[in-house]
């Protein structure tokens, strides 16, 4: 092997170990399925990949259950209490707080141990969003990531300085939705 293409091999290596931040953001549906199609791809290659949701709690769904049948490449952990202060949220703020608080915590953790080369924080923007969390907490996760973990953060509202610190930004905008229309949620297709 000459040397320049000893040194592309090199390069190349480096940059498959080297983890990314993935942002999925905006007001358009797709966030959470994009990040799961990467997931997907992960286990493909044998990727060990954690999995964390913020918000979203009792609820069933599909993902939840596709997800399942990933195991144990995937660990799976819904710490939501479930989406706040609307449909039927009966909790008491305080609890989606610790629940936010408690999702952080165990995410950092989980970061900081190195086993995992994906990482997926969903809906943790919305904690932001809706104050459960703050921006430096965010930063915190982004500060535990260690160089080799992809990690992929979801929600609407990315704050623009967590944004700036993304290696992949993407939004989702909504053109039109169904609901506009009366159309429920389909099974199978939204949840």
Known sequence: MTDTSQATSDATERESSQGLVLINTGNGKGKTTAALG???????????????QFIKGSWTYGEMKSIRRLEPEVEFHRMGKGFVGIVDDNLPREDHIQAAREALDFSIEKLKSGEYQLVLLDEIFVAVMLDLLTVADVHRVLDARPEETTLILTGR???QEIIERGDTVTEMTEIKHAYQRGILARRGVDY
């Open 157 to 159: 509202g990315a704050p």
């Open 38 to 52: 990467t997931v997907l791809r992960a286990v493909g290659y044998g990727h060990r990949v954690l999995i964390v």
